[in-house]
């Protein structure tokens, strides 16, 4: 899970998403918090970190995932 809070948020306190970062137990989850960012502002605030850090959050995921289908496959093919 990526998380992204900015920490001028007035809808929701950033405090929620540290919450929820902490009692992650997947290794890929991770919090962005952005400094002085309002709620649902921070593409445009922070627009190539945006689309960097959520690019690399997605290829991992995406790594992960082709992994685990190989290893499952090999697992198949064992039984």
């Not at 918090?33 to 290829?59: C, G, N, S, W």
């Amino acid at each position: 899970m990526l998380l992204i809070h900015g920490t001028r948020d007035d809808k929701a306190p950033y405090e929620i998403s540290e919450r929820i970062a902490k009692s992650q137990t997947n290794a890929d989850s991770s919090l962005w918090l952005v400094k002085d960012a309002i709620h649902e502002m921070v593409f445009r605030t922070h627009p190539e970190e945006y689309v960097a850090r959520t690019t690399a959050f997605l290829q991992t995921v995406d790594t992960d995932l082709a992994a685990s289908r190989v290893s499952n496959m090999g697992m198949l093919e064992s039984a």
